[in-house]
């Protein structure tokens, strides 16, 4: 089977909070951004960054399969646009930091976790980067701070985001309130995989939008605030539905239970949303607390890693779509012990 991340693995399943980001824009200066670049300037990045980095993985994606691409946009160790523009990227053994070389901008630096705050995420990326910016001249104004690609960019460079699993928000029809007051303060409510997707198994992702103007302590500070607050009024739901709707609660928890034990076709959506029920249904105790591994399980149901499960496998199935979606189920009813 195709593996998660190990820091996923690892990670401690919470109610709300399932893991945390920093990522980090930078430029080499004097050295145009990577959708103005010719052949040999993007070599140029490439070597100055190949000396630094030997500490870590060295993947390239020139003549790289498209699955095995897609797999690494679901472990959100890369963009869904650096599939298109991307060439090389550097991954760590446990897969919780990885740099992007010529995305958007020249270096994306990117640490996630699911154990460790903001701040600690913060402190091992700004490390990191330091140790990059000793052997690379980056782009910087003293006004304006980091330059980058994208103006919502410029400044600190920093996007700092948490994933958060809002069922009970989703479910009670809040959750576009919500995202709309955030736009006003400089935040977002995203889906998944960030920018332009949609949300999965009432999975969103809080995250800054501007950088300039802010220190990325201030961004880190009002970033916990909120997420603080969105947490207490999922926290809300939870209780007005375990109070004055649990049998409704429950109906849709065991039908969801039942489904994903027993299916054997389920496409990714209905898939992410019976998953959701079910962490839904832990959290409020009316499920064994081991019932699944719902972080793990969000990433191992998305296609990439279910065309790599048929890939190792001898199955005969009609359509590739058909395939992904009895191979889903059949993963599932493993997962959860149900009928072969």
């Known amino acids: 089977m195709v593996k998660v991340s190990p820091w996923i693995i690892k990670a401690e399943e919470k109610p709300v909070e399932m893991s945390s980001r920093i990522r980090l824009a930078r430029n080499v200066r004097d050295i145009p951004f990577p959708h103005m670049l010719k052949g040999g300037e993007m070599d140029e990045v490439t070597g100055r960054l190949k000396a630094v980095l030997n500490d870590f993985g060295e993947v390239d994606l020139n003549g790289m399969k498209f699955e095995d691409k897609a797999l690494l946009v679901e472990k959100h160790l890369i963009s869904p646009l650096f599939t298109k523009r991307g060439r090389l990227s550097y991954i760590s053994s446990d897969e919780s930091v990885s740099i992007m070389v010529n995305e958007e901008d020249h270096i994306r630096i990117q640490v996630m976790g699911a154990d460790e705050s903001l701040d600690e995420l913060y402190e091992r990326a700004s490390k990191l980067d330091d140790k990059l910016e000793a052997e690379i001249n980056y782009a910087f104004d003293d006004k304006y701070g980091f330059l ?27 959750i576009q309130r919500i995202a709309s007051n955030l736009n006003r303060f400089g935040f977002t409510l995203r889906g998944i995989y960030g920018e332009g997707s949609v949300p999965l198994g009432h999975i969103y992702q809080l995250s800054n939008q501007l950088t300039l103007g802010r220190t990325e302590e201030d961004i880190i500070i009002s970033l916990n605030e909120l997420k603080m607050r969105i947490m207490e009024e999922e926290s809300e739901m939870r209780s007005i539905m375990n109070d004055d709707h649990l049998l409704k609660a429950k109906d849709s928890i065991y039908r969801s239970y039942g489904t994903l034990k027993y299916a054997h076709t389920i496409s990714l959506k209905e898939a992410a949303n019976h998953l959701s029920n079910v962490k839904l249904g832990m959290d409020l105790n009316l499920l064994p607390e081991n019932t699944i591994r719902f972080q793990e399980q969000i990433q191992l149901i998305q296609p990439a890693f279910i065309k790599m499960r048929l890939d190792t496998m001898e199955k005969e199935y009609g359509s590739l779509e058909r395939a992904v979606d009895e191979e889903r189920a059949t993963l599932l009813r493993e997962l959860i012990g149900g009928t072969s």
């Open 148 to 174: 980058t690609a994208c103006p919502t960019n410029v400044g600190t460079g920093l996007r700092a985001s948490v994933m958060l699993h809002l069922p009970g928000l989703s479910l009670g029809s809040r």
